[in-house]
């Protein structure tokens, strides 16, 4: 950076230098666990949704993004993750099931972020109709654990709604679904680039959701605009062992909590895939597809085939997610898998650092409390200055919400965690990076001191 | 961008001969034209052809005569979605000339118009003065007025929300801009509660006439399909055309035009050719929203009631009739917006006619139109007038 | 060195995680008023031109008891209650969600009475559903896990209201809509369901007999916003209408907001005898508007959502005598309602639009159900307590009408009222409060399943 003002590159200094103390020897273990201990002692004290219990379930929440940033070992970074997973997290969700259901939401798009960041981080394909497959997951279930069915298959409507324990094989179908709805997209589109992608796969999107909304006639399949009520459940199949331990939880919390896990699971499964993937010889085909589509092919990469597999594995991804929403909510309609939430999910992966996983991890999480938690309480709160309603803030979250976004683009263009290859480039392209982005305030360029232990 | 590139180079726009002026104004407004007839004429064949295979199939009315009857109106419909499209289309295929990215936030600047037109008829009512107000005069002023606050707010969107990203990785500028078009629709409700318009805003004119009867048709029988225009409907074309007229010549004459030529085709070079580029861009976008702008004021004559989210289906429309055409080529813009609005309307008006009620028209419009759009990149990759070779590496 | 380090914090992490969930119990017993803030206290805003009651000081400790009250309360009768709306506040159908929120305001303002008589403080918190289902579930998981509030207010939509139903049936909280007329709200079996509004099976009937028996209709062309609401109460129309020999030229779903023109050049050479919308006004003005212009010379026709003044505005000459159902009484029935009216307008610079007096009823019904099931109980209700109490509700008089609740939470007795539009060129909205009852019937709800 070359014309920093001294002011702030002191500032830079100072904040550098306390960065660098906290990282070394016992001090991050010290102050992880104090920070941990007080925020969790805190939280726990008093459960109830209040102002601060929402501060102090972000803050709970940073214990994890902390953990990530310290230098600490390994071992004790995947302790405190199960500790706080396993066990933090959902204990403080059977005290209060809001936050339990926030958590699990957060998983839920935690994964399409992951899902959606294969196609547009890793292989820089924008896919603006990402939800399309996530609707596909819903209302596969959807149609299958109720009534709908019977309405497809006239002649074999005593074997519909299927038992709830099919569940567990409808993930993997919807798996393979999903799969097969990524190919089949992918295979027409893909000799378009960029922008062309990206209105085709919007066009997608609005299809399945506009088939979602009409297709109660001439058969009804979908119900249309009612939407799908009553979806059917998995067994709670350990529900006797849990009671045998003694934890006296209602049906309601126990499904929260089976929700939470199964959600953590699938998460956890992606995150590993996904990890692999880009670590992999197609990780890294994709990345060259990326940078320069031309000098791939040139390269031998197999364009159609890395592509195709980018497709496949965002959509199966989303759409066993798809069916994991749709048992936990019950209930499902086609507004929930409108435009809007693919540019949510979209949002997520850019605002986090495309191609970055633990970016997009943090992006996804920061956007979903966001939206479902963090923007109403601050609307609410901000309604208390009596301030006419024509502008009271509780009916302006969206502006909120987008005001954020460009402010972020704005001073972390890169996104809040930037993928380390994305990282270089900018710092070093900073000749001709304008005016504005030198200015921004020093975060703008990641010192990575302490990143890395 | 379509870069004619016959004019050589060192011609000056005065030594150009008054012929290829007026071929470079008029000849991509002829291919315009060329293709409203041809999409007119193509899917009137198509339906007739429908309906006389299916004239068995509805015993309830005669299904060819129905046909007939609504379709000098279905074809007025689609031209009037037609050029709404290409006008907003211009919008979004100028900026991604200039600048390689969508500019989401461009259905929000067409809603602006929309809301500056209609506030514009508000307060002359509020001053008893609308009734009196002469209709052409009123048409013309909301228009400009449309104009001239669309095309500024897109320059302060641009200088806000997108200069300082020009060197972010290709997608940051897209949020940015989507964040961008969530800010302005809420901005513009909050803006409409408070000053007391409502959410739902009525666009008031002075009495514009009723419809303009054309002629009637003899369709077998003792019946006759008449043809009438709505005077908005062809306030709307007769606008359209004329900013379009403008466009190009603005485009295609002008030095202005030159310059955002060259911008689109490549920025650095043009810069060291003495071009101000961020004026440039800053002007294209003064441009995009300004024909945005007005497209809004037209719109809102024609429909007569707008909300602060009224901008956001036909912009994605409008985008989608961009990449039809070939995105960053002006005349593709057009071209597109105009087949995409000509498909609309007929499936709309006829698939219904057709299925028996089974397939609502309106809602399998959408349908229709991106899976042409599909079919047409699968065989065209870069839309319908695209360039094979303006793809750049 | 380092690994020692690590396994001892990671030894005190897990007996501080032991000493976290030991201590929680203790901890939780206390009810939460360590640090409740209070969004909007009732007491801070003086209600303007409320004749009829002064109980805006809640502070007050000191209980007067009831009238009707049999058994003393015994329990101490101190502590919050609080009373949830759940509308869109923003978003396109933010205006009348606004009007729920606000008229829920109102309420809690001027009705809460028999709760602040008996030590209670009360207080309103509104919630935004956004019209969106994923929200409306994520807000009623929020209030499900604060035990203060007693009762939901809502929701403008069906299709949320029915996603956040399973989330409120599994926490006992009741839900009573001020406008929720789809069927499957009261019938999906959900017990903490409560509505004061009719259904839109009984409307869609109201409206097919009264355009077939005093319209003289023959052919109708029905079109719905594919909502909940919308395609349900068209459905309904169908349905009684084929049964009844009616021609349905056509039945068309749009979620169009403006732009009409391909849905009404199919029906101009069917030309039928009249249109039904089921839907809202604000995309039903446009659409009348539109298809006048277009040269369609049917008569419209449409549910309780075109029951709003702004219609005329959007429509203008369009809707000029038009007919129109409703669920609900209009404001110029009870004088009761006209006072609601004034004060919304005073108090929020607008005219009061549809389902905020009903939202403004509701906080009466839950107000009075919570006061009976705190008396029964003596001290804080459960929710379970005020379900019941409202399941067994005493006539409650609203100003849009006299609500109690059947086994399945519709009202005993739903009025439903055909509506004349006075069409006034000078002052559209001042006309539509002129609006003409032209047909009353009291209707009780069908029999479920």
Same mark, same amino acid.
């Given at each position: 950076m070359a014309q920093t003002n001294p002011q702030s590159s002191l500032q830079v200094g100072t904040w550098d230098q306390l960065k660098t103390r906290l990282n070394r020897g016992i001090w991050p273990y010290l102050l992880i666990t104090t920070y941990s201990l007080v925020v969790t002692l805190l939280l726990f004290r008093n459960p109830s949704?209040?102002?601060?219990?929402?501060?102090?379930?972000?803050?709970?929440?940073?214990? *994890?993004?902390?953990?990530?940033?310290?230098?600490?070992?390994?071992?004790?970074?995947?302790?405190?993750?199960?500790?706080?997973?396993?066990?933090?997290?959902?204990?403080?969700?059977?005290?209060?099931?809001?936050?339990?259901?926030?958590?699990?939401?957060?998983?839920?798009?935690?994964?399409?972020?992951?899902?959606?960041?294969?196609?547009?981080?890793?292989?820089?394909?924008?896919?603006?109709?990402?939800?399309?497959?996530?609707?596909?997951?819903?209302?596969?279930?959807?149609?299958?654990?109720?009534?709908?069915?019977?309405?497809?298959?006239?002649?074999?409507?005593?074997?519909?709604?299927?038992?709830?324990?099919?569940?567990?094989?409808?993930?993997?179908?919807?798996?393979?679904?999903?799969?097969?709805?990524?190919?089949?997209?992918?295979?027409?589109?893909?000799?378009?680039?960029?922008?062309?992608?990206?209105?085709?796969?919007?066009?997608?999107?609005?299809?399945?959701?506009?088939?979602?909304?009409?297709?109660?006639?001439?058969?009804?399949?979908?119900?249309?605009?009612?939407?799908?009520?009553?979806?059917?459940?998995?067994?709670?199949?350990?529900?006797?062992?849990?009671?045998?331990?003694?934890?006296?939880?209602?049906?309601?919390?126990?499904?929260?909590?089976?929700?939470?896990?199964?959600?953590?699971?699938?998460?956890?499964? *992606?995150?590993?895939?996904?990890?692999?993937?880009?670590?992999?010889?197609?990780?890294?085909?994709?990345?060259?597809?990326?940078?320069?589509?031309?000098?791939?092919?040139?390269?031998?990469?197999?364009?159609?085939? *890395?592509?195709?597999?980018?497709?496949?594995?965002?959509?199966?991804?989303?759409?066993?997610?798809?069916?994991?929403?749709?048992?936990?909510?019950?209930?499902?309609?086609?507004?929930?898998?409108?435009?809007?939430?693919?540019?949510?999910?979209?949002? *997520?992966?850019?605002?986090?650092?495309?191609?970055?996983?633990?970016?997009?991890?943090?992006?996804?999480?920061?956007?979903?409390?966001?939206?479902?938690?963090?923007?109403?309480?601050?609307?609410?709160?901000?309604?208390?200055?009596?301030?006419?309603?024509?502008f009271d803030p509780t009916q302006y979250q969206r502006m909120l919400f987008g005001l954020l976004l460009i402010l972020m683009t704005i001073f972390r263009p890169a996104g809040i965690l930037p993928e380390d290859r994305r990282r270089q480039e900018l710092e070093g392209n900073a000749i001709d990076v304008p005016a504005e982005i030198e200015q921004s305030p020093p975060q703008a360029t990641e010192p990575d001191v302490g990143m890395k232990s | 961008m379509v870069v004619q590139a016959t004019t050589g180079s060192g011609h000056l726009v005065g030594q150009r001969s008054i012929k290829t002026i007026l071929l470079e104004i008029f000849g991509p407004l002829l291919q315009v034209l060329m293709f409203v007839l041809g999409s007119a004429t193509i899917l009137s064949l198509i339906v007739i052809l429908f309906a006389f295979v299916l004239r068995g199939s509805r015993t309830d009315i005669d299904l060819l005569q129905g046909t007939l009857i609504i379709l000098p109106q279905v074809i007025i419909d689609g031209m009037v979605r037609g050029f709404l499209f290409a006008t907003i289309a211009l919008g979004y295929t100028m900026v991604y000339g200039v600048l390689e990215f969508i500019n989401f936030a461009h259905g929000e600047i067409f809603m602006v118009g929309a809301f500056v037109g209609a506030g514009f008829g508000l307060s002359l009512a509020q001053q008893r003065m609308l009734a009196d107000f002469p209709?052409?005069?009123?048409?013309?002023?909301?228009?400009?007025?449309?104009?001239?606050?669309? /095309?500024?707010?897109?320059?302060?969107?641009?200088?806000?929300?997108?200069?300082?990203?020009?060197?972010?990785?290709?997608?940051?500028?897209?949020?940015?801009?989507?964040?961008?078009?969530?800010?302005?629709?809420?901005?513009?409700?909050?803006?409409?509660?408070?000053? /007391?318009?409502?959410?739902?805003?009525?666009?008031?004119?002075?009495?514009? /006439?009723?419809?303009?009867?054309?002629?009637?048709?003899?369709? /077998?029988?003792?019946?006759?399909?008449?043809?009438s225009i709505d005077s908005r409907a062809l306030i709307f074309i007769v606008a359209a055309i004329i900013m379009l007229i403008g466009l190009n010549y603005l485009i295609n004459v002008t030095r202005l035009g030159k310059a955002i030529r060259a911008v689109a085709q490549d920025r650095a070079t043009a810069s060291l050719m003495g071009i101000n580029v961020n004026r440039i861009i800053a002007l294209t976008f003064l441009i995009g929203g300004a024909l945005g702008g007005a497209a809004g004021v037209l719109f809102g004559i024609r429909v007569g009631t707008i909300n602060p989210y009224v901008g956001f289906l036909p912009g994605l429309k409008a985008f989608t009739a961009a990449v039809l055409g070939g995105i960053g080529n002006i005349t593709g813009a057009m071209v597109g917006g105009i087949v995409l609005g000509f498909l609309e309307a007929f499936v709309a008006s006829y698939l219904s006619l057709f299925t028996r009620g089974q397939f609502a028209g309106a809602n399998y419009a959408d349908i229709a139109a991106f899976s042409i759009l599909i079919l047409i990149l699968i065989f065209r990759p870069s839309g319908l007038l695209g360039e094979a070779t303006t793809q750049k590496v | 060195m380092k690994r020692l380090v690590s396994l001892l914090t990671l030894l005190v992490m897990m007996l501080g995680f032991i000493a976290a969930c030991g201590q929680q119990p203790v901890a939780q017993e206390p009810t939460p008023t360590v640090v409740e803030l209070t969004e909007e206290p009732a007491t801070e805003e003086p209600a303007p031109a409320t004749p009829t009651e002064e109980p805006q000081e809640t502070e007050e400790p000191q209980e007067t008891e009831e009238p009707e009250d049999v058994t003393p309360p015994t329990g101490d009768f101190e502590g919050l209650i609080k009373i949830a709306t759940q509308s869109p506040l923003s978003g396109p159908q933010a205006a009348i969600g606004l009007g729920i929120r606000?008229?829920?305001? =109102?309420?809690?303002?001027?009705?809460?009475?028999? =709760?602040?008589?008996?030590?209670?403080?009360?207080?309103?918190?509104?919630?935004?559903?956004?019209?969106?289902?994923?929200?409306?579930?994520?807000?009623?998981?929020?209030?499900?896990?604060?035990?203060?509030?007693?009762?939901?207010?809502?929701?403008?939509?069906?299709?949320?209201?029915?996603?956040?139903?399973?989330?409120?049936?599994?926490?006992?909280?009741?839900?009573?809509?001020?406008?929720?007329?789809?069927?499957?709200?009261?019938?999906?079996?959900?017990?903490?369901?409560?509505?004061?509004?009719?259904? +839109?099976?009984?409307?869609?009937?109201?409206?097919?007999?009264?355009?077939?028996?005093?319209?003289?209709?023959?052919?109708?062309?029905?079109?719905?916003?594919?909502?909940?609401?919308?395609?349900?109460?068209?459905?309904?129309?169908?349905?009684?209408?084929?049964?009844?020999?009616?021609?349905?030229?056509?039945?068309?779903?749009?979620?169009?907001?403006?732009?009409?023109?391909?849905?009404?050049?199919?029906?101009?050479?069917?030309?039928?005898?009249?249109?039904?919308?089921?839907?809202?006004?604000?995309?039903?003005?446009?659409?009348?508007?539109?298809?006048?212009?277009?040269?369609?010379?049917?008569?419209?026709?449409?549910?309780?959502?075109?029951?709003?003044?702004?219609?005329?505005? =959007?429509?203008?000459?369009?809707?000029?005598?038009?007919?129109?159902?409703?669920?609900?009484?209009?404001?110029?029935?009870?004088?009761?309602?006209?006072?609601?009216?004034?004060?919304?307008?005073?108090?929020?610079?607008?005219?009061?639009?549809?389902?905020?007096?009903?939202?403004? +009823?509701?906080?009466?019904?839950?107000?009075?159900?919570?006061?009976?099931?705190?008396?029964?109980?003596?001290?804080?209700?459960?929710?379970?307590?005020?379900?019941?109490?409202?399941?067994?509700?005493?006539?409650?008089?609203?100003?849009?009408?006299?609500?109690?609740?059947?086994?399945?939470?519709?009202?005993?007795?739903?009025?439903y009222f055909v509506l004349q539009v006075n069409y006034d060129p000078d002052n559209p909205e001042e006309g539509w409060n002129e609006n003409a009852v032209v047909k009353r019937l009291t209707i009780a709800p069908p029999e479920s399943e």
């Open positions: 949704t209040s102002r601060n219990t929402d501060i102090l379930f972000v803050l709970f929440l940073g214990i *994890m993004l902390l953990t990530y940033k310290m230098a600490l070992r390994p071992e004790f970074k995947l302790a405190i993750a199960a500790l706080f997973l396993g066990i933090g997290l959902p204990y403080f969700g059977t005290l209060n099931p809001f936050y339990m259901d926030i958590a699990t939401m957060v998983g839920i798009f935690v994964v399409l972020a992951l899902g959606l960041n294969v196609t547009v981080g890793f292989v820089g394909l924008l896919d603006l109709g990402y939800i399309a497959f996530y609707a596909a997951g819903a209302y596969l279930w959807a149609i299958f654990s109720t009534r709908q069915a019977q309405n497809i298959f006239p002649g074999l409507a005593h074997l519909f709604p299927v038992p709830p324990s099919w569940f567990f094989i409808f993930m993997l179908l919807a798996l393979v679904v999903g799969a097969c709805m990524g190919l089949l997209l992918g295979s027409p589109v893909l000799r378009l680039r960029g922008d062309y992608l990206a209105i085709v796969t919007l066009g997608f999107g609005e299809v399945i959701r506009v088939l979602a909304t009409n297709l109660d006639r001439p058969v009804n399949i979908t119900n249309g605009a009612q939407g799908i009520r009553d979806i059917g459940r998995p067994p709670l199949f350990f529900e006797p062992w849990v009671r045998e331990m003694g934890v006296d939880l209602s049906q309601g919390q126990l499904y929260q909590l089976f929700f939470y896990f199964l959600v953590l699971l699938v998460l956890g499964f *992606m995150i590993m895939v996904v990890y692999r993937l880009s670590n992999s010889r197609i990780g890294r085909a994709w990345t060259a597809i990326r940078e320069d589509e031309t000098a791939a092919i040139a390269m031998g990469v197999p364009l159609v085939r *890395m592509k195709l597999t980018a497709f496949a594995v965002g959509a199966s991804f989303a759409a066993v997610m798809g069916t994991i929403f749709a048992a936990k909510q019950l209930f499902i309609n086609p507004p929930t898998f409108d435009l809007l939430r693919s540019i949510n999910v979209l949002s *997520m992966v850019i605002l986090g650092g495309m191609g970055s996983i633990p970016g997009v991890i943090l992006g996804a999480t920061l956007v979903t409390l966001l939206n479902l938690q963090l923007l109403p309480r601050l609307a609410r709160e901000l309604s208390v200055l009596q301030i006419p309603s024509q | 209709p052409l005069l009123f048409v013309v002023l909301a228009i400009l007025l449309g104009m001239i606050v669309s /095309g500024v707010l897109a320059m302060l969107t641009e200088r806000i929300a997108y200069r300082p990203l020009r060197n972010a990785p290709r997608l940051v500028p897209l949020i940015s801009a989507i964040g961008m078009s969530l800010f302005l629709q809420d901005l513009v409700r909050m803006i409409a509660l408070a000053t /007391g318009m409502g959410f739902n805003v009525r666009f008031q004119t002075p009495p514009l /006439g009723g419809s303009l009867p054309l002629g009637q048709i003899p369709i /077998g029988g003792d019946r006759f399909a008449s043809f | 606000n008229g829920a305001e =109102l309420g809690v303002e001027q009705l809460t009475e028999p =709760l602040t008589s008996l030590g209670f403080t009360v207080e309103l918190a509104p919630f935004d559903d956004q019209a969106q289902a994923e929200v409306g579930t994520a807000n009623a998981n929020n209030i499900a896990s604060d035990p203060d509030i007693l009762c939901v207010n809502g929701h403008l939509n069906s299709g949320v209201a029915l996603a956040a139903l399973p989330t409120y049936r599994n926490a006992s909280v009741p839900m009573v809509s001020p406008a929720n007329t789809n069927p499957n709200i009261t019938e999906g079996g959900y017990e903490v369901a409560f509505r004061i509004v009719g259904r +839109d099976d009984v409307q869609g009937a109201v409206a097919e007999q009264f355009a077939r028996e005093e319209l003289g209709i023959q052919s109708v062309f029905i079109i719905h916003d594919q909502t909940d609401y919308g395609q349900g109460v068209a459905e309904f129309f169908r349905q009684n209408a084929e049964a009844n020999g009616i021609t349905v030229l056509g039945f068309e779903g749009t979620q169009e907001q403006s732009q009409f023109d391909s849905i009404l050049t199919p029906i101009l050479p069917q030309n039928p005898d009249l249109i039904f919308f089921g839907g809202i006004y604000s995309q039903a003005g446009p659409l009348f508007d539109q298809a006048r212009r277009a040269g369609i010379t049917a008569q419209f026709m449409g549910p309780d959502g075109l029951d709003n003044a702004e219609l005329v505005t =959007l429509a203008g000459e369009a809707v000029a005598d038009m007919y129109y159902t409703s669920v609900a009484a209009p404001v110029s029935q009870f004088p009761a309602a006209a006072q609601f009216a004034q004060d919304y307008q005073s108090r929020f610079n607008t005219p009061a639009p549809p389902f905020s007096a009903q939202a403004y +009823d509701v906080v009466g019904i839950c107000v009075q159900a919570i006061a009976q099931a705190a008396v029964d109980a003596g001290g804080k209700p459960t929710r379970e307590q005020v379900v019941e109490a409202l399941r067994n509700l005493d006539p409650y008089e609203g100003i849009t009408g006299t609500y109690e609740f059947n086994d399945i939470g519709d009202p005993t007795e739903a009025t």
